[in-house]
């Protein structure tokens, strides 16, 4: 049964879940596009479903929505789709690509480097490797539905070992070996003040998750922090004495 409603014919049948093609022949090309139908400020379309069965018009049962189809043959039509146990939300979708967005642990460089020693009253600096302090992202579909979540690095943790707790806004600034040291500085930075054979350093990247999807959707993920522990070996100056 169908009426006819602003132009649109309004049909009671069933169509195929939204983002498949509609049935014409075997091989057939024909592809459809479903899009959400608003209509009186309603999310449902503001459309009253004629049940074949009696002489009364109500709202369609069940979860669902109202779509527009249009058809590259031609076929036009706005339809209420009941939702399928198996469908996805947008949120849900972008919780999945979330997950496989690939966030490992960071790698973590200083001055002095790793495996050198560093000196008591002299400042050690920590920076990420190239590459390590830009977003991520994944993108996920099923059928209509599509979503898009990105990780974005926020800040680096670092402690230090010493009970110190440095937190840095970036990724620290590279040591220049090709300049003089009174000519660079960083503020992701400690200075140890007694020696000690292996302080144990754990550096910590904090990621933010965002996410958007289809129907205007979107919103916050929750923060995913990664982080690695490591040696800093730190002694004492050695004074040069010589003879006058």
């Given at each position: 049964?169908?009426?006819?409603?602003?132009?649109?014919?309004?049909?009671?049948?069933?169509?195929?879940?939204?983002?498949?093609?509609?049935?014409?022949?075997?091989?057939?090309?024909?592809?459809?596009?479903?899009q959400p139908w608003f209509a009186d400020g309603r999310e449902n379309g503001g459309l009253e479903f004629v049940d074949p069965g009696s002489n009364l018009s109500s709202e369609p049962t069940g979860k669902g929505a109202y779509y527009l189809v249009?058809?590259?043959?031609?076929?036009?039509?706005?339809?209420?789709?009941?939702?399928?146990?198996?469908?996805?939300?947008?949120?849900?979708?972008?919780?999945?690509?979330?997950?496989?967005?690939?966030?490992?642990?960071?790698?973590?460089?200083?001055?002095?480097?790793?495996?050198?020693?560093?000196?008591?009253?002299?400042?050690?600096?920590?920076?990420?490797?190239?590459?390590?302090?830009?977003?991520?992202?994944?993108?996920?579909?099923?059928?209509?539905?599509?979503?898009?979540?990105?990780?974005?690095?926020?800040?680096?943790?670092?402690?230090?070992?010493?009970?110190?707790?440095?937190?840095?806004?970036?990724?620290?600034?590279?040591?220049?070996?090709?300049?003089?040291?009174?000519?660079?500085?960083?503020?992701?930075?400690?200075?140890?003040?007694?020696?000690?054979?292996?302080?144990?350093?754990?550096?910590?990247?904090t990621w933010s998750g965002t996410w958007r999807g289809s129907g205007g959707t979107g919103g916050t993920l929750p923060p995913i922090t990664k982080s690695v522990t490591f040696p800093i070996r730190v002694i004492e100056a050695q004074a040069l004495?010589?003879?006058?």
């Amino acid at each position: 049964m169908s009426s006819d409603y602003t132009g649109y014919i309004i049909s009671a049948k069933r169509l195929p879940r939204p983002g498949s093609a509609t049935p014409a022949g075997k091989g057939s090309k024909v592809r459809c596009t479903y899009q959400p139908w608003f209509a009186d400020g309603r999310e449902n379309g503001g459309l009253e479903f004629v049940d074949p069965g009696s002489n009364l018009s109500s709202e369609p049962t069940g979860k669902g929505a109202y779509y527009l189809v249009e058809c590259s043959d031609g076929y036009r039509d706005v339809v209420w789709i009941k939702k399928r146990r198996d469908a996805v939300t947008p949120e849900q979708l972008a919780r999945r690509a979330y997950k496989l967005i690939p966030i490992a642990p960071p790698t973590v460089l200083t001055a002095p480097p790793r495996g050198q020693n560093g000196l008591v009253g002299l400042p050690q600096w920590f920076f990420l490797a190239d590459g390590q302090w830009a977003p991520k992202s994944k993108r996920l579909h099923m059928g209509t539905v599509w979503a898009a979540a990105t990780a974005t690095p926020e800040r680096m943790t670092i402690s230090t070992g010493d009970g110190e707790t440095l937190t840095c806004d970036g990724p620290g600034a590279a040591y220049d070996t090709t300049r003089p040291a009174e000519q660079q500085s960083s503020t992701c930075s400690h200075t140890y003040q007694h020696p000690a054979s292996a302080y144990r350093a754990t550096v910590s990247v904090t990621w933010s998750g965002t996410w958007r999807g289809s129907g205007g959707t979107g919103g916050t993920l929750p923060p995913i922090t990664k982080s690695v522990t490591f040696p800093i070996r730190v002694i004492e100056a050695q004074a040069l004495v010589t003879k006058g």
